[in-house]
Every structure is written in C-alpha cells, then in structure tokens.
C-alpha cells in the first residue's frame, strides 16, 4: 500500500466518527493512527455539564492539555474557570489588574470557533469535592455579571485566535468598547460568523459603551462577516458633528443582519443605514430589535441602494386605525411580495377575516409572520392554509393566550413550510383522557377528556408526523406565559379557592387538551429534528418523564433549552424528572438550579422571579 493511501483511508474514517470514545481508542491502535486520530480527538473541547468539568480538571486530563492545545479548533464552555485555565495567568500577576499589567499567555492559539454565549453556572471550591446537588455545586451569575479581569481574559483569548471564523460573546460584558475595538478587519480577518454581547437567559447586565466606538466597529468591523448579531444596548449622541466622518469597509458577504438597540436617539438609524449601505444585494435576513416601528421606513433608502433581497415588511400599529381589520387588508393589498408581515398588538379585538384572507392570497414569499394577540382576525383554519402554502415561511408566532391556535382537527394536510425553523403557537384540542384534575385540583369533565388513551395518541401522533416534516426547526414553543401568570402577583383576582379550600393562585390558560409530548404519543416521531434548540412547554398538562428527557438527549445534540418541566400549583405528570436532573446534569438544565421544589420535587417555583418579594416557596406549599 503506497505510504500516502493509509492516511486518506483513516481520515475518511475519521469524518464518520462523532463520539470521542471512538475517536480516542483509533488514535490508541499505533503511531500512524494516532497521526491521523490524535488531532480528530482535540478538535473540540465542550464542557457544559459537571461531568465534562471535572474530566477537564484531571490531572491527566490537565496534562495532556499542556501537550494537545495547539490542536483544538473549537471551543465551547459555560464555565469561567475553563478560560482561566486555558488563559494562564504568570505568577506574581495581579488577577484583578488592568489589561497592561497583566502578564497572561493562552494555551489555544488555533481556534476557529469560540463559543461563550453564556455563563449560567460558576464554580466553587475543587471540582473533586463536588456532589450531585446544584445548591453545592453552583451560583447563578449574580446579575450574570463576570469579574474586570475576567473580561480581561476573555479579550485576550479573542485576540490570541486570529484564525476565528466563528465568535460568540454574551451579553455578561460590562465594559464592550475594548471588545467592540478588538473586532476588527485587520485582527479577524477571517471571521464569518459573529453573535456579540446577546441576551443570557432573556435578562441584561448594565453595559458601558459608545455611540463613537459602535459606530468604529460598524465600519471596520470584518469584510468576511456573513451573519452578524449585536446587541448594541442603549445609545446616545447629542452633537453627531463632533463624529469624524471614517472611510467605511465593504460587507459585501453579509447575509443575515441582526441589531438590537434599547433606549436610543434618531442618529442611531442613520448609522444602521450607513453599515447597511456597505453590504450589498447578498443581506437577505434583517431583523432590528427597537421599540420604534417606524425604523424599516427609514432604512428603506439604504436597501434599495444595495438592492438588497430583503423583501418587503408590513408592522402596522394598530392603534392608529379604527378598523384595523379592514386597515390592514388594504396595506396588504398594496404588494403582493409580503415577506415580513407583523401584526402583535393589536389589542382593539374589532373582528374580521378581511387581514387573514390578505396574507392567505400574499403569502408566497413570506419568510416571517407574527401574528400574537391576533385571535379576532384569525382562526385556526386559515392559519394551517397559510401555512401549507409558505413555502418560504421561517417563523410562525403565534404566542400567548388571545393568538390563534392550531386545532388538531385541522392538522390534515402537509404544510408547505418544510424550512420552519422556528413554530410558536399553541396546539389545542387534543383529547386527553389521562386527565382527570384540574388546575385548582378539582375533577374535570368534558368532551376532549373522554375516550381511550390509543385514539388520543392516534391523534397526537398524527400532528407529530406533522411535525416531524419540519427537519430544520430548532425552535418549539408549544406553551405560552399566559397574562393571568405574568401578573398575579399584581392582580390577586386571578385566585381562587382550591379543592382543599385554599385560596391560591388559578390561571386559566393553562392547557390540557395539548399534545402531552411522550414518546407513546408520538414524540419519537421528532428524531430528525437534529437542529433543535429550544422546547417550551410552558404552562402545558405534559407527560415528559425520564424516558423523554433521555430521548431528548440522545436525539436533540443541540438542545439549549426545555421551558416548563415544572409548573407552581400543577404537579408533574410522571414522576423521577427533578432527580433525572440532578443526577444528568444537562447543560439546559441549569435554568432550574434557581427553583425551589416541594418535598416530592413535582412543583417548582423561580425563586428569582419577582414573586419573591411577596410570596416564599415556604407559602406557596404549606
């Protein structure tokens, strides 16, 4: 065999490999072996459980680190103490000194791909005294803030990769103008995929950073840039004069384009329409996160300058009209190219289906539709017709308790949206017979609790064959926070007495005739859906167990997050979830390290929540 052939055969092998175990024990076989398997092994470095946490802190773990780093490509962690480890700090350095005085050196200098969207977990003490309980292991991040000189590592791990093509960076920074100022063509000029300073867990730290600095790094920022997510926070500038008009670089790879911006001034929009106007026909996906809905308008001469793909977008307010239904059918029927239509809020419930049949006769090339709070104009039928004939469709939202919701019943014929990436709405009607309580733990009755479990799960699995076609979904959100949850603790009238005569908090959007999302019902039908992300099952009668959360694990690689395991005054249907989760530890599963359980762990509560300032979990369960 010709010395060159071996290496190619073994590499070919290699790309059908995915677990570390495998890939290990081939690069343990001999010397040519572990040429070809040894790099394959130290590519990517994940640690987002304890037990990845505590086999990266081995001696020989640590050992072998010293001797492979060079090799890693991809890194992924959730635990500060990972990038202390990697970012060595030399011996007699002050830890919590500026960036000039500290005297660091970083074992990774190879990295294509940086991944620390967040930090939910830290630890404390020596990983070898760790037991399996969160309250000994871990503390939220308080305000998910990090330390000065931990951000300071950070900066230093960015700028030690030059090669990075890909980079994420939550929104834990205090200080993001060095971060903003080390972003730069000329130190990343290779990167392509950039996600700086976004949400952890839905909350914000208090940020300093400048208009003149965002504006630096909206111009010199990567040429190589293909999708870019920033959270620019609140910005302001009184006097744009005293701003250096700055050459700006081309963006022309650029294809998707998120920004948010909070409390910001007008100039902010002509800064947006600078950077949009150094992109070019190539920027197909935009999405502005911002308060002011008329900011589409203002960038519409920025687009067309680049004649941009970006389609056209329809974000009536709905207070401005009398008739919104009628309103806003005759601003749909002035194009025919919808490709963004969003219609939330719209809070005057003046019914109608003139909108609905609108957007049923445009929806060719829509690729968003938000349709929340939106019940008035829009019923389940015509919702699964647009949806069979979107072929284009990306995200549904359909959320909350006055949005359309999909009827099983109507789940007859194959949506044309196979490139749903994300579906948020709430699917009703499901008979289920395994109910038999309510939420104030009284007997419930009706139609769609009669019947045999098979003809519910008949049913059940034939929405999840539904489901199932939808090969790129990463987001499901089946459930919603209801308004009776999100104010009870400002609106006692949502109480109500309980069988036992308590007088206890009753919502009553809570959904029982929903799919209950066990692997008997059909959940396994899901398998395909490799790219999922996020699961809420929020404020839903469900009967996800151990067998559930170990399929998710061995199906859903990419899971992030799973909303609405536990529910307040509604216990589990399935017993063993809260001890599955302190015994797997999931990286999703931090979210619950904050709730407090009762005594047979079937009821949690966020003990973060703002309900802590006037109800304890003590009260809640006496």
């Known amino acids: 065999m010709p010395p060159t052939l071996l290496?190619?055969?073994?590499?070919?092998?290699?790309?059908?490999?995915?677990?570390?175990?495998?890939?290990?024990?081939?690069?343990?076989?001999?010397?040519?072996?572990?040429a070809v398997f040894t790099p394959c092994v130290w590519k990517s470095i994940t640690i987002t459980t304890i037990w990845a946490y505590r086999r990266f802190f081995a001696p020989e773990a640590q050992a072998a680190l010293l001797k492979y780093a060079r090799l890693v490509r991809e890194l992924r962690?959730?635990?500060?103490?990972?990038?202390?480890?990697?970012?060595?700090?030399?011996?007699?350095?002050?830890?919590?000194?500026?960036?000039?005085?500290?005297?660091?050196?970083?074992?990774?200098?190879?990295?294509?791909?940086?991944?620390?969207?967040?930090?939910?977990?830290?630890?404390?003490?020596?990983?070898?005294?760790?037991?399996?309980?969160?309250?000994?292991?871990?503390?939220?991040?308080?305000?998910?803030?990090?330390?000065?000189?931990?951000?300071?590592?950070?900066?230093?791990?960015?700028?030690?990769?030059?090669?990075?093509?890909?980079?994420?960076?939550?929104?834990?920074?205090?200080?993001?103008?060095?971060?903003?100022?080390?972003?730069?063509?000329?130190?990343?000029?290779?990167?392509?995929?950039l996600d700086l300073f976004g949400r952890v867990r839905d909350s914000y730290v208090s940020s300093d950073r400048s208009f003149q600095m965002t504006r630096a790094f909206l111009h010199n920022c990567p040429r190589a840039l293909q999708v870019l997510s920033l959270d620019a926070g609140d910005l302001w500038t009184v006097d744009t004069s005293r701003v250096v008009a700055e050459p700006s670089l081309p963006h022309v790879l650029l294809e998707s384009l998120s920004v948010h911006f909070g409390e910001s001034s007008g100039e902010v929009s002509v800064l947006l329409g600078d950077f949009i106007k150094t992109c070019s026909a190539n920027l197909r996906d935009i999405h502005i996160g911002n308060s002011k809905s008329d900011w589409f308008e203002s960038l519409q001469p920025a687009l067309e300058a680049i004649g941009t793909g970006f389609g056209r977008r329809l974000e009536p307010e709905w207070y401005r009209y009398t008739n919104p239904d009628a309103s806003f059918c005759q601003r749909?029927?002035?194009?025919?190219?919808?490709?963004?239509?969003?219609?939330?809020?719209?809070?005057?419930?003046?019914?109608?289906?003139?909108?609905?049949?609108?957007?049923?006769?445009?929806?060719?090339?829509?690729?968003?539709?938000?349709?929340?709070?939106?019940?008035?104009?829009?019923?389940?039928?015509?919702?699964?017709?647009?949806?069979?004939?979107?072929?284009?469709?990306i995200e549904l939202h359909s959320a909350n308790e006055d949005s359309p919701r999909l009827e099983a019943k109507d789940f007859v014929q194959s949506w044309g949206c196979k490139g749903l990436k994300v579906l948020d709405a709430a699917i009703v009607d499901v008979p289920r017979p395994d109910i038999t309580l309510g939420y104030d733990g009284r007997p419930i009755s009706g139609e769609l609790f009669r019947g045999t479990k098979e003809e519910s799960r008949e049913v059940q699995r034939r929405i999840f064959g539904q489901l199932a076609e939808l090969k790129d979904l990463e987001v499901l959100k089946l459930g919603n926070l209801s308004s009776a949850r999100r104010n009870y603790w400002t609106h006692p009238f949502f109480n109500r007495e309980d069988v036992t005569g308590k007088v206890r908090f009753f919502d009553p959007d809570f959904q029982f005739n929903c799919l209950d999302m066990s692997l008997d019902s059909g959940l396994y039908l899901l398998s395909e859906l490799t790219e999922m992300r996020v699961l809420d099952v929020t404020g839903m009668a469900h009967r996800i167990g151990v067998a559930e959360l170990d399929w998710m694990q061995d199906n859903w690689r990419k899971l992030e997050r799973v909303k609405g395991l536990f529910d307040p005054w509604y216990p589990?249907?399935?017993?063993?979830?809260?001890?599955?989760?302190?015994?797997n530890d999931p990286e999703w599963g931090s979210q619950y390290t904050t709730y407090r359980f009762n005594e047979a762990g079937t009821l949690a509560y966020e003990g973060g929540h703002c309900g802590d300032k006037s109800t304890s979990a003590a009260t809640m369960y006496e």
């Open 332 to 393: 749909l029927t002035q194009a025919d190219d919808w490709t963004h239509i969003t219609l939330t809020r719209n809070r005057s419930k003046q019914g109608g289906r003139l909108t609905a049949n609108a957007v049923l006769e445009r929806c060719g090339h829509l690729k968003y539709l938000n349709i929340c709070e939106c019940a008035h104009l829009f019923d389940s039928r015509i919702v699964h017709q647009i949806l069979c004939r979107s072929t284009h469709l």
């Open 77 to 193: 962690t959730i635990y500060i103490p990972v990038i202390e480890r990697i970012i060595q700090v030399s011996p007699g350095s002050d830890p919590s000194s500026s960036s000039c005085d500290l005297q660091v050196s970083c074992l990774c200098t190879c990295l294509t791909s940086l991944n620390l969207r967040v930090f939910w977990r830290t630890t404390a003490g020596n990983a070898s005294a760790y037991s399996a309980k969160w309250s000994e292991n871990f503390a939220i991040w308080d305000g998910y803030e990090i330390e000065p000189h931990q951000e300071q590592l950070i900066l230093h791990l960015i700028k030690s990769n030059p090669g990075l093509r890909t980079l994420c960076i939550g929104g834990y920074i205090k200080d993001r103008d060095p971060f903003l100022a080390a972003i730069t063509d000329a130190s990343l000029p290779h990167l392509q995929k």
């Open 7 to 34: 290496p190619k055969i073994l590499t070919k092998i290699s790309l059908l490999l995915d677990e570390p175990h495998d890939l290990t024990q081939c690069a343990l076989v001999c010397k040519s072996w572990s």
């Open 572 to 583: 589990t249907l399935e017993p063993g979830v809260r001890a599955w989760l302190l015994e």
